[in-house]
Structure formats: C-alpha cells, structure tokens
C-alpha cells in the first residue's frame, strides 16, 4: 500500500509497494540481517537518467546467482522497476538496489528462506570533498588482505563487507581516507569500495578480476573510454612496487567516480599531482556520465 506522502519525500520500494522512509521495513529474521547474506548495487543517477543500469542489473543477477539467490523477478522487470522507483524519487541522484536472502529461522540454511526480499532506494549520494579530486588522495596498503577467491569470490557484490570495512577502519587508524587492499599473495587488488588504476610509460595498468577485485562497472566504463581514445589498457598482476613507480594513480567507483591517487604508502606517485591521462580519463568520463543513461 503506497502511504500519501509530500511530493520531495523519498519512497522506498519494498518487494513492488512504496512505502514513505519511516515505513520501509524488513523482518528481523531476514538473513540479509541475520548473514549478511544477500547482493546489492550502488547506482548512479545524472540529469535524471539512471547511469549504466543494465550493467548493474547483470552483475546483480550474477552475484545471485553464485549465492543460488534466485531473485524472484526477471531482469527486464528489475529493470522497469527502478526506473519507477527512481522516477517517484525525482531529485535522486543515487539508487541502492539490495536483494536479501529472505526471512528464514535462525540456523544458517538458506534453503529454508523461502521469499527473497527486494528494495530499491533512490536517494542522493555523499560525495568525496571537492579537494580529493583537486589535489589527490594518499592512501596506504593495510594488513587485511581481500577475501581470497576460493574463499569468497570479490566479484560477489555481497551484503557481507566486513572484510572491506576492517581495512577502512585500519585505514582510518592510520589517519588515511583509503586502503589498498592486497591479496593473500602479497598482490594489489582493489581499495575497499572502489577499483585502482596506474598509468605507466603511456600504459593504463589495473588489476586482472583474477587478483580477487569486485569487476567494477566504472572499471570496465574506464577501460572501454580509454581503448575509445587509443589509450592501451592491460589487466595485469600488480605489485605494490608497481604502484610506488607508476606516473599516475586513481581509483573508480560509481560513487567516488575517478578519484586521483597521489601518494602511497609514503611514496609519492609521479610528481604528486593528479596526472595528465588522469584528468583526461575525468573528463571523457563526465562527458559520458552527461549524455548517457535511461
Ligand atoms: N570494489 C568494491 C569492493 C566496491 O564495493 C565497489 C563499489 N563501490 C567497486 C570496487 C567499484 O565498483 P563500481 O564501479 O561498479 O561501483
């Protein structure tokens, strides 16, 4: 039942009703809660037009279904779905899209949640400072390693993020904004919520989704942009040195956008500004974030 509510409030989709904020409500038996078990997406809304919804939707699905979380409708209605959500929230500019596992008993087994539960927020996002993208972020590697694939594979976009959030907060200890999170061979893989890039000799490096990354839809946007302007791209097996002796750095992420990255570790990268093909990356990417969407 949609509750009446003034026209800038937001309203919230809970399994295909609206409720108000205040009445958007899940169980406390719903193993989201319980296990974090379940998937979510974070969206990006420009000028009103839903930005790389498609791609979002896919990896949802996926996430899914490597967790055999059958999401109870299809794609195409996930899809109109948020659009309706998004178009009774006109001032938007963020969605968040979680499916959880569903109200079960107590016990871990999935298998007795019966109904997945689906809710759709579009609200607005807190964006980075300005001054992050003006003179560049410092940010350190920390001792929590990124889950191991075997173990829980990064390219799950699960509501479980306590890996991600242990190295925010030895980040946070250490007086840092950001982590870069290594794999348990030592190897670079992503920063807790965003995707890491190097350029090197001209080169656009970034960790293979096999060094354990969630495959970022602003990395693979990035990737596609910078192969449009003739820029070479390679997905590679980076090493902390790698990042200590690139030219330039920066992070993506649907939030943070392309965030340049000017020291690490100590070490400055390049000559401590953000880069010449950083900002290029910016710009074509705000280009992009201008004119496409649905
Ligand atoms: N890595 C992690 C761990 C993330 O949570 C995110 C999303 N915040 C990203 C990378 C970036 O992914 P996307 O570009 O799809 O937002």
């Given at each position: 039942m949609e509750k009446r509510i003034s026209s800038n409030a937001s309203v919230i989709y809970v399994n295909g009703e609206f409720y108000s904020k205040g009445n958007a409500k899940i169980s406390v038996f719903d193993h989201g809660l319980l296990y974090g078990d379940g998937v979510f997406e974070g969206i990006r809304v420009y000028n009103g037009k839903i930005f790389k919804l498609r791609e979002h939707i896919d990896r949802l699905y996926e996430s899914a279904n490597t967790l055999m979380?059958?999401?109870?409708?299809s794609r195409d209605k996930m899809i109109r779905d948020v659009i309706k959500t998004a178009g009774k929230n006109r001032l938007c500019t963020y969605i968040r899209l979680v499916v959880t596992r569903g109200v079960g008993t107590?016990?871990?087994?999935?298998?007795?949640?019966?109904k997945p539960q689906i809710i759709i927020i579009a609200d607005k996002i807190q964006l980075y400072p300005a001054s992050f993208y003006k003179n560049g972020l410092k940010v350190i590697t920390v001792p929590t390693q990124r889950n191991r694939p075997e173990a829980l594979n990064p390219r799950v976009k699960s509501l479980n993020y306590l890996n991600n959030i242990l190295a925010k907060i030895e980040a946070v200890n250490a007086g840092f904004h950001e982590a870069i999170m290594l794999n348990s061979y030592g190897f670079v893989s992503e920063c807790t919520g965003d995707n890491i890039f190097i350029v090197s000799k001209g080169v656009l490096l970034t960790p293979s989704i096999?060094?354990?990354?969630?495959?970022g839809v602003t990395r693979n946007t990035v990737i596609e942009l910078a192969r449009e302007d003739n820029i070479e791209v390679k997905q590679i097996v980076m090493s902390r040195h790698d990042i200590f002796n690139a030219d330039e750095c920066f992070l993506t992420g649907t939030a943070a956008e392309i965030v340049p990255v000017v020291e690490c570790d100590r070490r400055v990268i390049g000559n401590g500004q953000p880069g010449p093909m950083t900002k290029k990356l910016i710009r074509l990417y705000k280009n992009l974030t201008n004119t496409a969407g649905v």
């Open positions: 979380l059958k999401i109870p409708i107590l016990g871990l087994n999935p298998f007795l949640c019966p096999y060094m354990g990354v969630l495959e």
